[in-house]
Structures are given as structure tokens and as C-alpha cells.
């Protein structure tokens, strides 16, 4: 199918050039018979004359309207993106414990981090695991709640585990407190493999 599609546009390509060919000839000719008379002559100038003044004319026409648009495109707008660093906790791990003292199964790790400037109030923040934006997010004066949903499937493709993460960093004065939890054994073990193999990567960004 494809070398009939060549072979056409080959085919029409030559059709194209002997029609030209031909104009060219015959355009020629009738400018040499016009040359032999005065009066075909004289009407000849004129019509090369204007011809030469159109030309001269749309080919002014041109130009303007193509320095105009350089003037527009010329040189680049650099937006800038404007985000600042909060937060940004990495490790290679993560272990989630189960407090005996409730029985609601939930499993957490926590740690404390340094102080940082954070005003909900005042600015919006970006959210990120593993290089993952994260949407559900609720943002306070002081604090962010963040929910990531993570799904595990088998190398079928059969869904086995379906993980729902709860992400609390509180900006305190002179800390910042990070809780990372799920609900129920099995999360919490498919979390922590999850987090074991490929890290865990945290970043809040002001914008």
C-alpha cells in the first residue's frame, strides 16, 4: 500500500512539472511573437510594469507584516515558578508501630524535625510523596493533613491491598512534628515494604 502511495506522488509529481513546463513554453512563445509587433510591444512594457509594482508592492506588504511579528516574538518570557522549600524529610526506611494502649489498629511512625516557617493563612503549599502530588490535602494556620492512597496489585494484576496513608506535619515554634499512619495490619505491612524498597521521599513547598 505503501509503494502505490509512493509510486502516485512520484506519477503526480512529473505531471506536475510538464504542465509547468508547458505553461513556461507557452508563455515564451507568446512574448516572442509580442516582440515582433510595436504596438504588442508597448502593451507588453506595461504589463511587466505593473507587474514589477505589484510584486514590489506585496513584497513591501511582507516585510512590514513580518517585522511586526518578530517585534512580538522576539527574546522569551521567563516565568518563574516561586516555590520555596518547607519541608523535604527523606529515608531509606520506614517502620510503623501499633500502640498497645488503643484499639483502634492504627499503626504510625513519628519523628521531630527542625523548625520551620510555615503560615497557612498567609500562603498555599504543595505536597508531595515520592514525587507524587498529593490532591486531598487540608491546610491550617499551623499545620497540613495529607491523605495518599496507595493500591498493591500481584503479578497478575489482581488487587491486593489497597492502602489509605495519613500524613500530619504540625509546624510547631520550636519544632516540626511528622506523623505517617495507616489503619490495620495489613497496610501497615505492605506500607512499610513498599517504603523499604523505594524510600520515602516528603516535600512541602510554598508557592
Do not use: H, W
Request: proline fraction near 1%.
Amino acid at each position: 500500500m505503501i509503494n502505490q502511495l509512493l509510486c502516485f506522488s512520484f506519477l503526480g509529481n512529473i505531471a506536475d512539472a510538464i504542465v509547468t513546463s508547458i505553461i513556461l513554453i507557452a508563455i515564451v512563445i507568446c512574448v516572442v511573437i509580442m516582440l515582433k509587433n510595436k504596438e504588442s510591444r508597448i502593451f507588453l512594457m506595461y504589463v511587466i510594469g505593473a507587474i514589477i509594482i505589484a510584486v514590489g508592492i506585496l513584497s513591501t506588504i511582507g516585510l512590514v507584516k513580518e517585522l511586526k511579528a518578530e517585534s512580538y516574538v522576539n527574546g522569551s518570557i521567563d516565568i518563574p515558578t516561586n516555590t520555596e522549600q518547607v519541608l523535604n524529610y527523606s529515608a531509606t526506611n520506614l517502620t510503623l508501630y501499633d500502640d498497645p494502649n488503643d484499639n483502634l489498629s492504627i499503626y504510625s511512625y513519628s519523628t521531630t524535625l527542625p523548625s520551620t516557617t510555615f503560615d497557612g493563612n498567609e500562603y498555599r503549599y504543595n505536597v508531595s510523596l515520592n514525587e507524587y502530588q498529593l490532591i486531598d490535602i487540608t491546610i491550617g494556620a499551623g499545620y497540613i493533613y495529607a491523605v495518599a492512597t496507595m493500591s498493591f496489585y500481584n503479578v497478575n494484576g489482581d488487587l491486593q491491598c489497597e492502602a489509605i496513608i495519613n500524613i500530619s506535619i504540625l509546624f510547631l515554634s520550636n519544632e516540626t512534628q511528622l506523623q505517617i499512619s495507616v489503619e490495620g495490619t495489613e497496610q501497615s505491612e505492605y506500607i512499610e515494604q513498599y517504603f523499604n524498597d523505594n524510600g520515602i521521599r516528603l516535600l512541602v513547598e510554598r508557592r
